[in-house]
């Protein structure tokens, strides 16, 4: 029987603010020591008033538009009632029933066979404190209370493990673009919860639905829904009863049940009555549409216009923003060169060698000790002859660690490619002499061999011989044997 | 519809409070008033009012985005029954 996976996605993101949701406590928290960031708001005292921050609203209204949803004219907050220690009030203030922005979608695969997934509610709430779990006792440190959490919740439109990480892949994109979260996974500012169920193909029922809970990575996230796939499927097959449940990822690769639904959640929502309606105006929802920066899909397509690149480099290059401004400050930098070669040229050392670098030093764009005036440098100084590709690579490789400037390094190290052919009379010499069997080869009809000898003589230079000049001088030399 | 010593004391324990029994005598005072204010509230007729959490019409109270003092870490602690270092002391929770 084939079997047909239906997924839908629960992401929170906490917002970039400076202050808290409700109160003025700074929201950095990263690194703080505990409850240093804690007032009587967020520390739920009694009596206490919280009020709206603006700008978290501002950053929902701008995520919920970047989404194409519709913003609702009047929006308002909600009490969210359970009892978790992490939870100081005993309720969160939450939206229910009107949420800032509904019924959007988010379109996810390469240009040529779009998906579309429908967004179901983009609401705001609050974090809560963080648990600490110890032998026998829990610590509570609140820091994290109050901090703004943006909840986007999709249809279950997502068919494969696979979608949902490309769904996941461009919110973040997104999200990073508009500047209103980090939106780091590791880091905990983007979560991520999954619906998951399996239907045979062409049956509209739903089998139980499994929340998968606890991924902390993209990575995470696949082989968590492949494995929870996977699962459903045998049990099925086996005329097992999937049953509606909620269920943990461990990193060894499995999926353990968390609770089942007969713990179902009642959370008694209720309006929040310390905090007004909010009603938000067509003018103030036209003026928050016109700030909305060029975001991914727009950058992608202006990089194949403008600077001439294919659909899919335009499109690695561009999911990243970091990346994509790296890359366009490379190209301000250096006006005089033409721009598709020049851009290629740019985009090629991007996602190849100087990704390689970042990835193994484990760095991200932001923190790369090459910054892009060096990066430019060092393809200079490959356009004018003077360094070699292989040599280009080492050089690079070098400026990772030690941070220095790609001239300096050829100049310190004798890195000048040789275009010079006295200079490499000599070593071609050596060369020949020591390579009687290529040379023979060669002379009896055989081409190819002077690959090898001009490989011969890019290792005796270290790679700073100037390949097509060495082929020239070898050639000749061998004719006039 | 007065309530009992008993109850004031049961519903101090739910919301965690410590009360002595002078409190107690006094709030069983004060919590029975209150419950007969809201027996007079009662008796009015709210058929054709819709239910509403806003007792104003006040929209949009939103602050700017910036930071205040928070309290010092022994403030934020005063009222907890435990603490470990700077951290509140809670009994387990299953995670
Ligand atoms: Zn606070």
Redesign the interface.
């Known amino acids: 029987m084939e079997f047909e996976t239906v997924i839908g996605l629960e992401v929170h993101v906490q917002l970039s603010t400076r202050s808290k949701m409700f109160c003025g406590c700074s929201a950095d928290y990263a690194g703080a020591s505990p409850n240093t960031h804690v007032c009587p708001v967020c520390l739920g005292l009694p009596g206490v008033l919280p009020t709206i921050n603006e700008e978290a609203v501002r950053y929902t209204v701008m995520t919920a538009l970047a989404l194409n949803c519709s913003i609702l004219e009047e929006t308002k907050f909600d009490r969210k009632n359970y009892f978790y220690p992490d939870l100081m009030k005993g309720y969160q203030i939450s939206q229910y029933d009107a949420p800032i922005g509904k019924k959007g979608r988010l379109e996810i695969g390469p240009a040529e066979a779009k998906k579309r997934v429908a967004i179901t509610r983009v609401h705001l709430e609050e974090d809560v404190a963080k648990l600490l779990h110890r032998d026998g006792y829990s610590l509570v440190d609140v820091n994290r209370s109050g901090v703004p959490l943006m909840e986007i919740v999709s249809e279950p439109d997502i068919r494969s493990p696979e979608e949902a990480r490309d769904y996941l892949v461009k919110l973040r994109s997104i999200l990073q673009y508009l500047g209103v979260s980090t939106a780091n996974m590791e880091e905990g500012s983007f979560r991520c919860d999954a619906n998951i169920s399996i239907r045979p193909v062409g049956s509209s029922e739903l089998m139980g639905k499994v929340e998968v809970k606890n991924m902390n990575s993209f990575r995470a996230v696949y082989r968590a829904l492949s494995y929870e796939e996977e699962r459903q499927r045998k049990a099925f097959i086996s005329g097992e009863k999937i049953a509606q449940e909620t269920r943990g990822w461990l990193e060894e690769g499995i999926t353990v049940l968390q609770r089942s639904k007969e713990y179902a959640h009642d959370y008694r929502y209720f309006p929040e009555p310390d905090l007004p309606p909010l009603a938000l105006s067509a003018e103030y929802i036209n003026g928050v549409r016109k700030s909305l920066p060029e975001l991914p899909e727009a950058r992608q397509k202006r990089f194949i216009t403008d600077y001439g690149l294919s659909p899919y480099d335009s499109m690695v290059l561009t999911t990243d923003k970091a990346m994509a401004d790296y890359f366009e400050s490379c190209i301000d930098l250096d006006k005089s060169k033409p721009v598709p070669e020049y851009a290629k040229e740019v985009a090629n050392w991007l996602l190849g060698e100087f990704s390689h670098n970042l990835a193994s030093a484990e760095i991200n764009i932001d923190n790369s000790p090459v910054a892009p005036d060096k990066l430019c440098r060092l393809i200079s100084l490959i356009d004018e002859g003077k360094i070699t590709m292989a040599v280009a690579k080492d050089v690079l490789a070098e400026m990772f660690s030690s941070g220095g400037d790609p001239y300096d390094i050829v100049q310190a190290r004798g890195l000048l490619q040789i275009s010079n052919s006295a200079e490499l009379e000599e070593v071609i010499k050596e060369v020949l002499a020591n390579n009687p069997q290529a040379v023979s080869d060669y002379q009896q009809g055989k081409p190819q061999a002077i690959k090898f000898l001009v490989g011969q003589v890019m290792k005796r230079t270290k790679g700073r011989a100037n390949p097509n000049l060495a082929a020239d001088l070898l050639s000749k030399k061998l004719e006039v044997k | 519809m007065a309530l009992s010593k008993e109850e004031v004391s049961r519903i101090a324990e739910l919301a965690r409070l410590k009360l002595d029994d002078g409190e107690v005598e006094k709030f069983t005072t004060q919590l029975s008033y209150i419950l007969e204010q809201f027996q007079i509230l009662q008796e009015v007729d709210t058929t054709d009012i819709p239910p509403t ?2 007792a ?1 019409p ?14 010092s ?1 022994e403030e ?2 005063a009222n907890a029954p435990d603490r ?10 299953l ?1």
């Open positions: 959490a806003q104003t006040i929209k949009n109270v939103l602050r700017k985005d910036e930071v205040k003092p928070s309290l870490v934020v602690l470990e270092g700077d951290f509140l002391r809670i009994n387990t929770v995670g």
